[in-house]
């Protein structure tokens, strides 16, 4: 998630920038986006990721609760769990069998019906954030650099440009391949795809700029 903000809204950013001429204010402006948004980006993260050990905390509260204060409760719930996937034959006793025991019973509720991961979350929230956060802040450095190292505007303008449509179309070809796609005329929409709606979005911040600037 870090990583594909990371490419398209700095790239945006810097390419309007570069539209008034001076790759200073286009290096400053970009290095503080950089900043701002990979902090706001990692607590997004950090925000995201409590939220999730928060509401599994909840659930696996609430799961304790109604087996050992409504046993019937939590036998129904083994039942809507297990009746599309066990002949009527066999239901009663592999409910009975289930809800001999409490630990069984709640673990049961928690992996089949919840879909609860009994792994700690709380090293998430860290991890989460940081990667979120420094995804962002190097992906962002690719289409600063160009300014960096030219003075020229213009010409840093049409580097960073065609540094980024390489950028993007790798990132969408690898993007796809890494979620187990293995066509590869869909990798290569994605990476089109990927350079269209970065394109865009530059495209758009450009234009503003300039107009804003007349």
């Not at 050990?53 to 719930?77: D, F, G, L, N």
Request: glycine content about 12%; some cysteine.
């Amino acid at each position: 998630l870090g990583l594909s903000d990371g490419l398209t809204v700095p790239f945006a950013l810097t390419a309007g920038l570069a539209a008034l001429g001076d790759t200073k204010i286009v290096v400053f402006a970009g290095l503080a986006e950089l900043m701002a948004g990979s902090i706001s980006m990692g607590i997004g993260g950090y925000l995201g990721a409590s939220g999730e050990a928060q509401s599994a905390a909840t659930t696996k509260a609430s799961t304790i609760a109604m087996v050992y204060t409504s046993p019937a409760e939590a036998r129904a719930a083994v039942i809507s769990t297990l009746e599309c996937y066990v002949s009527a034959s066999l239901l009663d006793a592999v409910v009975t069998d289930i809800t001999s025991a409490h630990d069984k019973t709640i673990n049961f509720l928690l992996e089949h019906h919840h879909r609860f991961e009994s792994a700690d979350v709380s090293p998430r929230l860290y991890t989460s954030a940081l990667c979120i956060a420094f995804g962002y802040f190097f992906g962002g450095l690719i289409p600063l650099l160009p300014y960096v190292f030219i003075e020229d505007g213009g010409v840093a303008l049409v580097c960073s440009v065609v540094v980024m449509v390489f950028t993007l179309f790798g990132f969408g070809v690898g993007k796809t391949a890494v979620l187990g796609e293995r066509r590869w005329g869909c990798r290569i929409v994605e990476g089109l795809k990927m350079v269209g709606l970065g394109g865009s979005a530059a495209a758009a911040s450009v234009l503003c700029v300039r107009l804003v600037h007349q």
